[in-house]
Structure formats: structure tokens, C-alpha cells
């Protein structure tokens, strides 16, 4: 009974034939150590066949989600199991089909009795059971072992080795007898990290072969288990005059029954490197298409093979070291901290690679659904791209709920010593949104600062056949993985550059009359003026702009020499790392539990700061209060920011302390400096209640120093300003100023009238409702104290 087809098990079950009965001592180990928590627990049973364990773990009080592939299965189970309540019969196989079904918030226990060995793909399944146990849950497998097993059954039982390799990576693993079944309970997460391991030394003077790298029809890569105790991939030395792609096509079809064309081998890259001190030279063999049956045509080397989800690459164990390098050729990141390796990529043109699993296609419409029905995505070019580009082939290191979520998250592929972030996958709605501000014709030519593949290839989308995107990063490994990942599953019309992101494209690649639109990804503290000598004139700029520290995504169009703001989105970015990255001019107070940051670029004097904030605090309420169910803050920030010429940021480093500062702690406010003396603004609650609707809060504003009083007024002024003539009550309809970017030096008298700030490379100017009479300042630094929150 080693079936493998699923026709042999619907004949199977029809034929009234079952399974093993659930004995005794499985009842009673299953009650023993996975007793139901407390208020009902949830329980998964995979290959439930005719239903009786189910059953028995609905009778302990679990809710029970029972699933086989073979449909004459589950046809008995409901009959045989009619009077039970509380089990849910799917039709669903575990390996092959989309998961959506099953319970979303995951399961105290899932079990697999006598099926185990019956799965193809073990290290997948298992894995991504795994990750659908709730905290605490546990796995169970009950299965024969070969020991007690009769050779002509050897298939359906496992050896020691085989059961040793499942447990690998459990938190804690209970191995329980059950009448000659082994019962094993594993809790934790499953993560055994993967590390690249040698082989045995060899006695020759040099070692070459070549690897291949194979995915299914699903986008999953194939790996072998040697019997060596590491996984590899299809491969092995050349033949005489031998081609490296024909050796990786020979590999294969001799390792694993698989038949690929030489043509459709392509050598993507030459690893570099040694084994044991002897010199190694590996080829990357990228294979785009196979058919045939998988086997396990050398037994004496291999246990056996199966494809592997790449987020779960992270966390196999052990990996043969070239086998481990040259997956990150092809997907740069998937597998954290290998040893170096010299790698030559090489230019070879090759078409992109398809596969992706059903879950993966169904996500991407609940994705761009979510996305649309958020407002952010308007036109139709923009909505089939949403739906259109694989998401989760720019993000592979990530499982697909997270590569596709339509909500704020961003997917962070790269982060510094320090743990920053300092690339990522941005949110999918912000995505949209900033392309729809590009308002980009089709056959647009794009500029894009910041890589990462997905958001070129959304463009790409957009823009049709005769667009083209040029994308740059200043990071040597952003740019490797973003010409992998277009490579692999884009559509050949990105080209991607190393080169910092302020300089704008190379000169051989910036359209006549300049691109039709560009597009900036990380927090950009300036406009560089590359990014507005680059645009065609009427073209739009989308950059995340920071101004007094608060970052939004600005769209310009160019008019001439200035840039026009018409569009204003709030958002987050990683950090610049070029040469337009700025460090904050900071000032720590009170043995660091404050900090004063000056985020125009321009650090005022605090002499006697320390002296004040331990003096009497000065208090003014404005009179400007919000309730529960909005949030105004963001506005009100920037209006600020924009308007106080010694405007600063407060930010928290404690709890707040009493007669100091009402922050909270790793929070920060608007605030103001003069001579010794400080001011800044928060809110305290007036209102409380059970419902949000019950609650308010009022905008106050606390003052230390001999100037704290003026400068509170200050303060004061403008939030009432801002309340009178920015603020909506539809907090999404606040009042945006008109702002213009002009170059730097742009004398006064030039700019139109509103507040200004000044960058290096530009200068802003503000024009906020209720401040058309304010006239613009002369290029100076912007941290005196004066009087600015006059009206006109």
C-alpha cells in the first residue's frame, strides 16, 4: 500500500478498504499530551481518510478541520461519521492545492497518522504546518516504523534517520509508543538554520562541476537529501569536453529522472571558492524548463528529493556550501549569512522563469483588492498591475501572507549592523499610490532611485511594451538581487544600475528631452537637482521628502527650473544612504532622557536648557481639542515645521516625568528654542468615557526659561492658526499648502510669497491658507527665533 497517485487511493477507499483503527493506546497518549485548552481548542487532521481520528478529537472537545485529497474518503467519513459535531470535511490536498480553506488563525494541534510517509515533499509540508501552530500547539505524527515493518512495506513506515530529520528544529520533540507505532510530538517553531557545510576532503588538485537549480510548476526549488546528512542540489563534475549546462542537464536526468533541453540551461554564474584548501569552481546552471517523473534514480547517494518553499530555505539545516551559494545567485538573501564566495555573474540573456502556487495568485487579488478599495489605486493600469506583477518573487525570503499584504506593512529585505532597516519592499497601497501620482501614458520612460525590482516592475506594468524603467541603487547587493529578481520573474524592461540614486541615471540612459517620470524610494532630506535636470519638462517627481523630520510622499511637476507640489501622501521610507544623506544636528538633555533634534539642518544654542527644564514649567491651553475616532497631529506637525523658524523636535526617552515633560516615552513633539528657554506642544485628556465618542483631548503647550512664556504664545498661535484655516474635520481633507521647489540661490525676491526653508540643493516655499501675506525670507539658515505666526 505505497500508493503515490491519488486514483490509487480513491479506488482505495471505494473498495471499502481504511486504514489501521485508531487503537487504545493512541487514544489515550493523543488525550494525555494534547489535552484541549481550556475554552475549546482548534485541531487540523491531514489525510483524515474515513475520519476516525477526527472523530475521536472532536469527542475530546476540539473543533476539527479533517482533510484528504481522495474524495471517496471523505464521502465515508461523512457517513460513517454522521452524529459527530464539530468537524469540518475538506476536500484539500495538503501538498498540491491552495490552502484557503483552513482556519485562518491557525490550530493547538495538528495531526498526521500513518501519511507521513506518504508525502512527496516532507520538508515543505511539515514546515508549513509549522507555521500554523498557534503558540503552545503541537504537531503530532503517528507512523510506523521500518523496524517493526516487513520490507515488501518498507514505504510506509520511517527509519530512524528519516524520523531523526523530522524532528530536527522543534523547541521540544516526545517520542511515544503506541503498539509498534512511533508517536511523536513536536512543539515550537520548526527552524533548524540553515548552514552551508562541506563534504569529505578529495585528493585532487581541483575541483569544477556545475549545479542545477530547478523549480516546479509552483516556483519551488529541488533539493536532495544525500546520504551524506545535507542537502544539495542536481549536479556534478563534468565529462571530458563537456559544457557546464550540459553537465548540470546530465546531472539531473541521471540524479532525478528529470529531462531538461540543453537549451533551456542557462550558466547564470562561476563560483569561486575552496573545499578543504583544494580551488573549486562552480558553475550556476539556471534550468527554465523539465518535464518527467521525479525520482530518486541514485538511491546509494541520495535518501530522496523534494521541492522546497524558498522562504523555508532559511531554515533546513544542513546545505552543501556551493549548493547554498549558488541558490543565492539566483535569489540573493534567501539564505542568511554564508561564508564568502567569489561569484562571476555572467550576461547571458535568458527568459524569465514561471511557477507560483495558487495560495500565491489568490493572495495577489485579496492584495490589489484591498488596495483599491482603499482609494489608492484609481485607474485600471494601475489595478492590473496590482494584480498582474508576483509580488512575492521580489521577496522570497518571506512567506506569501506576508509578501502580500494589502495593508501598512512593508516587507524590510536588508538591514544594517545596527538593525535598521535599510531596503525593503514598501506597502503595497503606497506603491500605488505614488505610481498614480507619476500619472505615466503608456510607453513612459521611468527613472527610478531605490531598488528592489517589485515597484520597477509595477511601472513596467503600467507604462506596456514600449515603457522602460531605469532603476538605481547605491548598495552592491540591492543591485545584485534586483537584477536577479527581474531576471527570474520580470518582463525585460528594467534595467538596473549600481550607482547613488542623487546623481540620477547615467547619461547614456536618460531619455532625449529627460523621463517622463520619476520616482524616489527612501526618505529623501532634499531634492537633488539631477532628479529635476533628468525630468521632461511637464513631467512628475514622486519623492518621499522629509521637512522638519516628517516624511511625505510630495509629487512635483516640472515647470522650467521649479518644481510644483501636486500631490501629498503620508508615509515612511528607509533611510538615504548617498551623498544627500544628512546627519540631524542633535542636543541630548537631561542625561539623555530628552533629545532636542534641529531636523532643517541647523543646531540653535541651548546654553542653559539643562538649568531651565528644572525650573517652573508654563502652561498654555489653546483651546484646540480632537476626539478619539481622529487623528490631526500630522498636519499640525508640519504646519509647524513649516512656519516656526526655530522649530525643533522633543523627543522622549523615559516615561514622562512630573513637572518636566508630558511625552510619552520614544515619542516626541513639536517644539520651539530661544535663549535658555524652550517650548513645545502636546495634549492632555479632557473627556473620558467607554465609548471613543465620549473622549477628548485638548492641544497644550508647556514652556521652561525666561523666554517660555513669548515662546508658548508662539506655540499657542500657530496651533490656533492651523485650527482656523488647515484643519478638517474628514481627517484625510486637511488643507494642503501650495509648495514650490526652486534651485538653491534662488534670490528672494524671486520666490513667491509664503515661509521658506531652505535644503542644500533647494528651497522650499510654503504657502499655507491664512498666511498669503507672509513674505519670503532671503536664503539664511533657519534656526533664529522670531515672530512668524502673523496672519494676514
Sequence with gaps: MTYTARDQWEQHFSDGKGFRQLGERERELLAEHTPVPDGGGRALDVGCGTGEPAAYLASLGYTVDALDFADSALARAREEHAGVKGVRWLHLDIEHDDPAPLHAAGYGLITLRLVYPFVRDRGRVVHGLGERLRDGGALVVITPVAENTPEERRGIALDEDEIAVLAAGWETVERLDADGLAVLVLRGPCHADTRAVEKRPTTG???????????????????????????????????????????????????????????????????????HGIPRLTAVVRINAWTGTLTNAEADKFDRWEFFDLHALACVGPVFAPAASALDVVWPGVIPDLPPVVSYPLAAERPPVPGEPAEAARLRQAMAKTVIDGGWASSEPVRQALRTVPRHRFAPETNLA????????????????????????????????????????????????????????????????????????????????????????????????????????????????????????????????????????????????????????????????????????????VRDQGQQARTIPVVSLLDGGLTLRFEHGTAADTTGLEQALHGQRHEVATGVTMGAATSYFGSLQLYAATTLPSFCRLAAHQAPTEGVTAIGKDRDAPAVVGDASLAYLTHVQTKDGERPEDKAWEWVVHAFGEQGPELAEQLTATARAWDRHVRADDNDKHADPVLTAHPAGTPGHLLPVGDVVDKTSCRLVFRWPGRAGHLPAPARPTGALAATTGEA
Design 205 to 275: 588538485h581541483a575541483l569544477t562541476g556545475a549545479l542545477a537549480v530547478v523549480t516546479d510548476r509552483a516556483g519551488r526549488v529541488l533539493l536532495g537529501r544525500s546520504r551524506r546528512g545535507m542537502l544539495d542540489l542536481p549536479g556534478g563534475k563534468t565529462s571530458g569536453a563537456e559544457d557546464f549546462a550540459a553537465a548540470a542537464v546530465r546531472e539531473l536526468a541521471e540524479e532525478t529522472g528529470l529531462v531538461a533541453d540543453p537549451a533551456d540551461a542557462h550558466v547564470v554564474s562561476m563560483l569561486v571558492d575552496d573545499s
Design 402 to 573: 506576508t509578501a502580500y499584504d494589502g495593508g501598512d506593512r512593508a516587507v524590510v529585505t536588508r538591514r544594517d549592523e545596527t538593525g535598521t532597516a535599510i531596503s525593503s519592499v514598501s506597502a503595497a497601497w503606497l506603491q500605488a499610490r505614488m505610481i498614480e501620482n507619476l500619472a505615466l501614458a503608456p510607453g513612459a520612460i521611468v527613472f527610478e532611485a531605490g531598488s528592489g525590482g517589485y515597484n520597477a516592475e509595477l511601472i513596467a506594468h503600467v507604462t506596456g511594451p514600449r515603457g522602460r524603467v531605469v532603476t538605481a541603487d547605491i548598495d552592491p547587493w540591492v543591485v545584485r538581487r534586483t537584477r536577479a529578481f527581474t531576471t527570474e520573474a520580470g518582463s525585460g524592461r528594467v534595467a538596473v544600475v549600481e550607482a547613488d540614486g542623487a546623481l540620477g541615471a547615467p547619461a547614456h540612459l536618460v531619455p532625449r528631452g529627460g523621463f517622463d517620470g520619476s520616482v524616489i524610494t527612501y526618505n529623501c532630506w532634499d531634492i537633488a537637482p539631477a532628479w529635476r535636470e533628468q525630468l521632461a519638462e511637464g513631467g512628475r517627481l514622486v519623492l518621499p521628502l522629509e521637512i522638519g523630520g516628517y516624511t511625505r510622499a510630495i509629487a512635483f511637476e516640472r515647470r522650467g527650473e521649479v518644481l510644483h507640489a501636486c500631490g501629498w501622501t503620508y508615509c515612511g521610507f
